[in-house]
């Protein structure tokens, strides 16, 4: 009974007990859009590069986060499985972020619009070769209609996939805020 007491005693000594973190909430026109706290992923822009990582901890000025580099692995017995190669912890003052990563639910029309422009450049210079190096009315020879309509399909194409990738942008419209919990 007194080694349960002292072993129930050290324990709680050594454990360090954590009340709630400090947390960044992003807010859209005063109204909050997400939430950014220990254990919560974060992808997002800074001046000039892009960071990943889970959240471990915020403080007054700095997002402190952990990237797991994880890699496809060979077993011995011939398998692939994924298998964390690196953990690189790092922080970045949470002032310098200028955009987030916005997460897609739904459809990807940003790769939707990117498989439409490559197939329609492809037709377009299939079609454009064929007026190269077959002669006209011949049976490999294509119409001048199929060529404009491939361009087309290229352009929309272009527009859907650049109107689709837009990210959260830090500024007028969306503000980053620290609140204190400790």
């Given amino acids: 009974m ?6 129930f005693v050290a324990f709680f000594l050594v454990t360090k007990c954590n009340a709630q ?5 992003l807010k859209k026109n005063d109204k909050t859009v997400q939430s950014f706290y220990a254990g919560t992923q974060m992808h997002f822009f800074t001046g000039t590069h892009y960071h990943e990582g889970s959240v ?15 890699k496809q692995m060979m077993t011995t017995m011939g398998f692939y499985m994924l298998d964390t190669v690196a953990t690189y912890p790092f922080a970045v003052d949470y002032r310098t972020i200028t955009a987030l990563k916005k997460e897609r639910k739904n459809f990807d029309w940003g ?7 490559g197939g329609g450049l492809l037709l377009t210079a299939a079609g454009l070769l064929t007026w190269v190096f077959t002669k006209p009315n011949s049976e490999y020879y294509v119409s001048t209609g199929f060529v404009i309509g ?20 830090i500024g007028k419209k969306y503000t980053l805020r620290y609140i204190k919990l400790k």
């Fill in 2 to 7: 007194r080694t349960l007491l002292i072993f």
């Fill in 21 to 25: 973190s400090d947390l960044l909430i």
């Fill in 56 to 70: 471990t901890a915020v403080e007054k000025d700095s997002v402190y986060l952990i990237y797991y580099d994880v």
């Fill in 111 to 117: 790769t939707s619009g990117a498989v439409l422009m």
């Fill in 150 to 169: 491939a361009a087309a399909i290229a352009v929309a194409g272009y527009f859907i996939a650049k109107l689709a990738t837009k990210d959260i942008k």
